[in-house]
């Protein structure tokens, strides 16, 4: 029952991560290429998307991928902590600094997404979510055995 939750509690933080990721993409930080498929769908829908250059589009992908990082993992804490694992087992400092810490490991799949767009020419799309999978099941493990009681 608990990875329900967690898997529920993680697709409200997946979503909501995801939200702020293509709101920023499209209209903030330029990081859609017109091949993108979620560009396409926002062009299908009668709006534009601004072309931006393949070296923007790198550095843009890593400034929203921190804005997003702050905004989802804060979502999943208070969701982690109010119905999936019990606190306890460090003060609530330590909680949320490990809670964090272990998340930072994300920025080594937003690399590796990173590298999959840029040498093996994968759509942000593509790479975003193949990188939001690794996150899920590491932090999974991580939070139930080291950050709660479990």
């Known amino acids: 029952m608990q990875f329900v939750k ?26 859609l290429r ?22 923007q589009l790198k550095v843009n992908y890593w400034i929203i991928k921190v804005f997003c990082f702050i905004i989802s993992n804060s979502v999943v804490y208070l969701l982690n902590v109010l119905f999936v694992f019990r606190g306890g087992r460090h003060k609530r400092p330590v909680e949320v600094a490990m809670f964090f810490g272990f998340s930072l490991f994300q920025f080594f799949y937003i690399w590796l997404g990173s590298l999959l767009i840029d040498r093996f020419g994968w759509e942000v799309t593509y790479a975003n979510l193949s990188m939001l999978v690794l996150g899920i099941a590491t932090n999974y493990v991580a939070r139930k055995k080291i950050v709660f009681k479990g």
């Open 6 to 31: 967690y898997v529920f509690c993680g697709g409200i933080s997946v979503f909501v991560d995801q939200a702020v990721f293509y709101l920023l993409a499209w209209l903030a930080f330029p990081a």
């Open 34 to 55: 017109l091949s993108d498929p979620v560009a396409r769908l926002i062009v299908s829908l009668g709006f534009s998307v601004q072309d931006v250059s393949f070296e």
